[in-house]
């Protein structure tokens, strides 16, 4: 039996069968634990401060308070909790604004069980999670926000400008984020050991003042536009 701690899950989502059905299933797994519920992001930023979990698990569209807002709310409080955002790919605006919220991954609600499960660990991990279909609609949609509102970002927005030049190695490494590659996927893309790549990866986020890896993906996106 694994010795690392069990990871603490709370699931966040409005349909009753949906979120009763991904409560059996994490109950499953040896390395997980469904530690609350909640029927909409009132419930859902109240439980997890109460509980403090290793993972949220956050459906956008809930009513009294949509997911976003209580994303916003928990990445603000609680700084170990790391947001899984579950999404459909018509939700364009929406995820871009989740990306905005602080939210740390990203998931399609017709990804498989391994697909879950996986990301889930991830973020347990420390990882952020971005999957290719969802880093285009967000690349996208920032083009299109870009190119409504001018060349000028707003004050808000990370300017994406180095204090210092990423390398060439760093250069390659960023691309492949925007991309929604892993560090394990990244490391064996440039034959890299994963513990390096997470290094590089920290370092990028110090050179760019990210916070969060899917931050990193759209300051690349803003930089592939300005080139």
Do not use: C
């Not at 949220?56 to 947001?83: C, F, N, W, Y």
């Not at 399609?108 to 990882?127: P, Q």
């Not at 299109?144 to 990423?166: I, V």
């Amino acid at each position: 039996m694994s010795s690392s701690p069990v990871i603490r899950v709370v699931i966040a989502e409005d349909q009753a069968l949906v979120r009763r059905g991904m409560a059996l299933m994490l109950s499953m797994q040896g390395d997980m634990e469904v530690v609350g519920q909640a029927s909409d992001g009132i419930e859902a930023v109240a439980v997890t401060q109460l509980l403090r979990p290793d993972v949220v698990l956050m459906d956008l569209h809930m009513p009294r308070k949509g997911g976003v807002a209580a994303t916003r709310e928990i990445t603000s409080m609680l700084p170990g909790t790391q947001v899984l955002v579950l999404t459909t790919l018509n939700d364009d605006e929406t995820v871009f604004e989740a990306v905005r919220a602080g939210a740390h991954g990203y998931l399609l609600k017709d990804a498989t069980e391994e697909e879950l499960l996986e990301t889930i660990r991830a973020l347990r991990r420390g990882e952020s999670r971005l999957t290719p279909q969802i880093a285009r609609k967000v690349m996208d949609q920032f083009r299109r926000l870009a190119l409504s509102s001018g060349a000028a970002a707003p004050p808000s927005e990370p300017a994406g400008l180095p204090g210092e030049p990423l390398n060439d190695k760093e250069e390659k490494i960023l691309r492949l984020i925007a991309e929604g590659k892993s560090n394990r996927q990244i490391a064996g893309a440039l034959f890299l050991a994963e513990g390096t790549v997470k290094n590089y990866v920290s370092r990028i986020m110090e050179k760019l003042h990210a916070n969060t890896r899917t931050e990193l993906a759209v300051i690349s996106a803003k930089q592939r536009r300005l080139d």
